[in-house]
């Protein structure tokens, strides 16, 4: 398992030249595409659905690591699939049959991550852990890019980590939101591998390249 993950979010990429930026941030070495699926509904913002994705899907080979901040999941992991998707996450609060949609995911070929917001407990994880291969620790409140970290998220990230270790499941450990030089380094410390930034990357005033170089020599 490759040791750190850099998955870049497009939610503030320029997307009157989305593939310009994501060439950029390929060829400046990013490890996946982080594409945020937000209805208007769970989070109080809307933004992209699986047309984007398969727009990425043509632009790149890099994996597409999907993250739905939507209500019923269930019926759209299939077409996030079909248009590309590497990895579908869904959160934990609003999915009644979580372990059904997470099958799903698997079974239509894309590996399944489950999210989980700041209010919500890392207990709650327990009984998903062994049926997804990633636990995203929301470190914003999700809905918006360009926010703070949350500090106080560093030890639920190390408390996901002890709870898949004492399961046995060498699962993935993504952390999303407020990721810089000074916080990747905080969440890597905690146990996260997997780190999504998109500020830090898109919005970076010295470029894709220099915003990218800076969160992976923090990871070393
Ligand atoms: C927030 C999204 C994040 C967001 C991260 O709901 O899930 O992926 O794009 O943005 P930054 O890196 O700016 O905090
Ligand atoms: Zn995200």
Redesign the pocket.
């Known amino acids: 398992m490759t040791k750190y993950i850099l998955s870049a979010?497009?939610?503030?990429a320029d997307f009157s030249d989305l593939g310009n930026a994501i060439s950029q941030c390929e060829s400046a070495g990013t490890d996946w595409v982080?594409v945020?699926v937000?209805d208007g509904h769970f989070?109080p913002?809307i933004s992209m659905g699986p047309f984007v994705v398969e727009t990425c899907r043509r632009i790149t080979k890099l994996p597409i690591d999907v993250?739905l901040?939507i209500e019923n999941s269930e019926r759209y992991v299939e077409s996030f699939i079909k248009a590309g998707a590497s990895n579908v996450t869904i959160h934990i609060e609003n999915n009644t049959n979580i372990m059904r949609t997470l099958q799903q995911i698997r079974v239509l070929g894309a590996h399944p991550g489950v999210?989980i917001n700041p209010g919500t407990s890392a207990a709650l994880l327990e009984s998903v852990i062994p049926f997804v291969d990633m636990v995203?620790v929301?470190?914003?409140?999700?809905?918006?890019?360009?926010?703070i970290?949350m500090p106080k998220m560093l030890s639920k990230i190390t408390s996901v980590n002890n709870l898949a270790k004492s399961l046995n499941n060498s699962i993935r450990i993504e952390v999303?939101?407020?990721?810089t030089a000074e916080t990747i380094k905080q969440c890597a410390a905690a146990g996260a591998d997997t780190f999504?930034?998109?500020?830090?990357?898109?919005?970076n005033s010295k470029g894709i390249q220099a915003g990218v170089n800076e969160l992976r020599s923090a990871l070393k």
């Not at 979010?9 to 503030?12: E, K, Y």
């Not at 999303?176 to 990721?179: A, F, K, L, V």
């Open positions: 979010s497009i939610l503030s982080h945020d937000m989070v913002n993250h901040m999210a995203l929301m470190t914003v409140n999700p809905g918006f890019s360009g926010q970290f999303d939101g407020g990721m999504v930034a998109a500020t830090y990357i898109f919005k």
